[in-house]
């Protein structure tokens, strides 16, 4: 059972229409994926090829649970078959190669496309299938409490640049996109870090289209000194239910990675 399954989530009947779905990723852009590999190497080059293959599974389905299946061992050994193209970025261009490092030791991106059928195979093989309906545009409407320092996520903040970078970057893998209401907006909607985590859903969603937004994700990440990392809840409407989830002891950037893996999980219908 995937680490998601294993996070409290709780389903409750609340009045909800069907979201507005933002544009697209067109098919060659959502069958592909990157990680990041040292050097180009054969041996990296390979391990790359398994976090790729990882990734756009996860990416064209949103069913976190077909990673964790015993079938994926056997897949993940040979997951350069599956690859159509490749290719490297050098994450230190133009930085010229000193001391006694060659170009073995440097951190390249490594970029994976895939043939659609190949990987819509490889998920009905899982047990999966491939999630291709339009995706919605997500406004996240966050409170944060780190001690006396709390604060809710808006688009302008400095406070907040960190976080709205983390999400960005735990929304790409997915294929989604993600915005932060202005500040204006959430004054203007009652909305602060008192309030913002037990709003109403129907009431967030209202205030996403006002941010050019499709759908709410709300949430609430508080620091715990006891657990030596974040614990993070996330609210989600869809099809007329709440669904929230929880992670605990968690940096941002895994708790932003959690949120979106959720959110793909239930909007890709994978429940």
Same mark, same amino acid.
């Given at each position: 059972m995937?680490?998601?399954w294993r996070l409290a989530m709780v389903l409750v009947v609340v009045t909800g229409t069907a979201p507005r779905p933002a544009a697209a990723a067109s098919l060659d852009d959502l069958y592909q994926s990157q990680t990041i590999v040292t050097g180009q190497g054969e041996v990296n080059r390979e391990t790359g090829f398994k976090a790729c293959l990882d990734a756009?599974?996860?990416?064209?389905?949103?069913?976190?649970?077909?990673?964790? !299946?015993?079938?994926?061992a056997a897949l993940r050994a040979k997951a350069g078959e599956f690859v159509a193209g490749f290719r490297y970025h050098d994450r230190m261009e133009g930085i010229p190669v000193h001391d006694e490092q060659g170009?073995?030791?440097?951190?390249?991106?490594?970029?994976c496309r895939y043939a659609p059928p190949i990987i819509d195979r490889l998920l009905i093989s899982l047990g999966g299938k491939s999630w291709l309906a339009e995706r919605p545009r997500l406004?996240? @409407?966050?409170?944060?409490?780190?001690?006396?320092?709390? @604060?809710?996520?808006d688009a302008d903040d400095e406070r907040g640049e960190l976080m709205r970078q983390s999400f960005g970057n735990a929304?790409?893998?997915?294929?989604?996109?993600?915005?932060?209401?202005?500040?204006?907006?959430?004054?203007?909607?009652?909305?602060?870090?008192?309030?913002?985590?037990?709003?109403?859903?129907?009431?967030?969603?209202?205030?996403? !289209?006002?941010?050019?937004?499709?759908?709410?994700?709300?949430g609430s990440i508080v620091w715990n000194d006891k657990e030596l990392g974040w614990i993070a809840d996330w609210r989600l409407a869809m099809a007329g239910k709440t669904y929230s989830?929880?992670?605990r002891g968690v940096s941002f950037d895994e708790a932003f990675r959690v949120a979106m893996?959720?959110?793909?999980?239930?909007?890709?219908?994978?429940?």
């Open positions: 995937s680490r998601f756009v599974l996860l990416r064209v389905s949103g069913d976190q649970r077909l990673l964790a !299946k015993p079938e994926m170009t073995h030791d440097r951190p390249h991106d490594l970029y406004a996240v @409407f966050l409170s944060t409490r780190q001690g006396v320092r709390h @604060f809710t996520l929304a790409t893998p997915l294929a989604m996109q993600v915005v932060f209401p202005r500040a204006a907006l959430l004054s203007r909607s009652g909305l602060d870090e008192r309030t913002v985590a037990d709003a109403a859903l129907a009431v967030l969603d209202a205030a996403a !289209k006002e941010a050019g937004a499709d759908k709410a994700l709300a989830w929880q992670v893996r959720g959110t793909a999980q239930i909007l890709s219908g994978n429940l």
